[in-house]
């Protein structure tokens, strides 16, 4: 497989005593967000902490606050740079921690697992990931050296960098917004998501929280920071910026330096906390590399549970600890890919508004796992057996988990129109639901998408949002008279030609763009997706696939109950228009009900059994 993003080229292997400086600021100044994120790693560990790796060291701040927050543990820095690994010792050797503290010259990129200890503790990677070449390999040896329940902290930016006050103390307005815009437009800063790589290394990712780092001129730290970065944006925009824009920012660097300057500057930071699952799914798709935690040959396992949860998402996670409240043996299987993972945040959670899906998803992990969930990290490709005999095979075998009861809660698949720039944008402006994110496009230019049917309810409720609400035929027939005049009522502007696509920026939508090639400037668009449930396990099991308007679903009654004796389904497999608050009210009443239906069938085994005696008495 190939890296997820690009090898990043500001990570050189001779860095200046200047840039040096600027890191060890860098450190100084997110010491809370750094604290944080160890904070997150200690609450995900099951025992004291003995082994630490710092992968990518720098300068050694971060290596040094590790070896503080982990008093009796060995703390091994790795790093190519000769210079960057003397500041690491020296860095040491001042805070009094030189016995703890060990300095390891490595390449990333290449085997470095021969020369560190095995059952680590903690693996720290902070800001490091996207300066290798193949982050997956480095995160599958991080993998292979932890230990089983082992935690890797991984840090990493996101969003863009915002900079206050719009002129940045020079008076010339919209300044700041113009050094973000070409700094984005040059990829600054790098960004990457480690959600799919960590999950495809083996690890079961349990926290991810996101942060901001604001950084303000008003102390010497601040000041001398910001006045770098001033700098080093300066010099990258040099080809791009006006003159005035170049020499207002020389300005600002200078007010900033002297300490006489209110900029602030704010970048956003991502922190995933994954564990190493008692069982090991790192094998799918691996290279062997000769370490037995990586070897493909091993004898595939078989867990036992009393119930198997077929997908970990709301439903799965709601309906797992149901169960686990109620003592009963329940192990998870999910693969870890959300259908709502592209959105931004999470809306109608009641106490959770604005949550990221994967935030949300991390924290029902955890709380499954209180509650001696176990969750397994894998897809369920096979499914046989029946009642008190199922079987659900993961990643073609390498590991099978024998169950009484079984509960999909597989979800579905958006099978969104075939218009370019749709999946782009999908989760952020190209939308569904009025009710999960209308909020977010309110009062903005938003244009309807028809699929064969002309959905009026849809420009009905959006209109309800925003004064300007177009609805585009696309390939459905003109309206009737009747829908017509309900346009009309409504004041929805109706366009015939054929949609031709998209024109996105980023996730961000610009315009549509109609057959004969007139372009609407819009700022969201409404679909109508199909919605199809993943029933291949449930046919499998002898289940059939009910066809709706909609797409297909899994048939269920109202505890979840499904026409196959023994399984049951949850959330969006068979409710394909429950929004997150119902799929997770559906996962709790489909655990209740599955828990229940072992325990009348061990309670009549205990009559029977009770009886058998009597008669033999």
């Known amino acids: 497989m190939t890296s997820h993003v690009a090898r990043h080229p500001v990570h050189p292997h001779e860095f200046s005593a200047k840039h040096a400086e600027h890191l060890d600021r860098e450190a100084v100044l997110s010491q809370d967000l750094t604290a944080r994120g160890l904070d997150r790693a200690v609450s995900a560990l099951d025992r004291p902490v003995r082994t630490v790796l710092d992968l990518g060291s720098g300068t050694g701040a971060g290596t040094v606050a590790l070896a503080r927050r982990f008093p009796h543990a060995q703390v091994h820095g790795l790093d190519l740079s000769t210079e960057l690994l003397d ?37 720290w990677a902070s800001l490091s990931l996207h300066h290798v070449a193949d982050p997956l390999q480095v995160l599958r040896r991080a993998l292979s050296v932890l230990r089983p329940g082992g935690v890797l902290v991984a840090t990493e930016m996101r969003g863009s960098i915002a900079l206050t006050p719009d002129d940045l103390g020079t008076g010339r307005e919209g300044l700041a917004d113009r050094v973000a815009e070409g700094l984005a437009a040059l990829g600054y800063p790098s960004t990457a998501d480690w959600t799919v790589p960590l999950a495809e290394a083996g690890f079961a990712p349990t926290q991810l929280e996101l942060a901001d780092l604001t950084v303000a001129g008003d102390s010497a730290e601040g000041a001398a920071y910001v006045a770098t970065q001033i700098s080093a944006w300066r010099n990258s925009l040099a080809r791009w910026m006006s ?37 090991d799914t790192s094998t799918v798709n691996a290279p062997a590399t000769g370490s037995a935690s990586t070897s493909v040959d091993a004898e595939p396992e078989t867990l036992e549970a009393e119930v198997v949860v077929v997908g970990g998402g709301a439903a799965g996670l709601a309906a797992a600890i149901a169960m686990g409240r109620s003592r009963r043996n329940v192990v998870v299987i999910d693969v870890g890919e959300p259908r709502n993972a592209p959105a931004d945040g999470i809306h109608n959670a009641l106490g959770n508004e604005g949550i990221s899906p994967l935030e949300l998803l991390a924290k029902g992990r955890v709380e499954a796992e209180s509650v001696g969930v176990r969750i397994v990290q894998g897809a369920a490709t096979a499914a046989h057996g029946t009642i008190d005999d199922f079987t659900i095979d993961v990643d073609a075998g390498k590991l099978s988990v024998h169950a009484r009861r079984v509960v999909l809660a597989t979800g579905l698949i958006d099978v969104l129109p075939e218009v370019p720039g749709v999946r782009e944008a999908w989760g952020h402006t190209v939308l569904h639901c009025p009710f999960c994110h209308g909020w977010e496009v309110r009062d903005q230019r938003i244009a309807i998408l028809t699929r064969d049917d002309i959905a009026v309810h849809h420009a009905m409720l959006f209109r309800q949002l925003s004064e300007s609400v177009t609805l585009f035929l696309h390939e459905a027939a003109n309206p009737t008279p009747e829908q017509q005049a309900q346009l009309d ?6 366009i015939r030609p054929r949609v031709e696509r998209l024109h996105v920026d980023g996730t961000e939508v610009r315009s549509i763009e109609v057959d004969g090639g007139d372009s609407y400037d819009v700022d969201a668009v409404v679909i109508a997706p199909r919605f199809n449930a993943r029933t291949e396990l449930y046919e499998a099991l002898g289940g059939e696939a009910t066809i709706t308007p909609f797409g297909q ?19 969006n497999a068979s409710e394909p228009m429950a929004m997150l608050v119902a799929s997770t009210a559906s996962g709790v009443m489909t655990g209740s009900a599955a828990h229940g239906d072992l325990a009348f069938a061990d309670l009549n085994r ?8 009597g008669l033999s008495a």
């Open 87 to 123: 500041r690491l010792t020296g860095a040491a050797a001042a805070a009094g921690v030189a016995d703890r503290v060990h300095a390891h010259q490595v390449d990333l990129d290449e085997d470095w697992t021969n020369v560190v200890p095995s059952g680590v503790d903690v693996v």
């Open 489 to 494: 009522a409504l004041g929805v502007a109706v």
């Open 606 to 613: 205990a009559v029977q059994a009770h009886h058998a005696e």
């Open 553 to 571: 679903q899994i048939a269920a009654d109202a505890r979840g109950a499904t026409a196959v004796p023994g399984v049951f389904t949850a959330g």
């Open 243 to 279: 003159s005035e824009d170049l020499v207002a920012l020389e300005a600002a660097k200078h007010e900033v330096s002297a300490g006489s300057s209110p900029v602030t500057a704010t970048s956003g930071r991502a922190v995933w906390v994954a564990v190493r699952p008692d069982v």
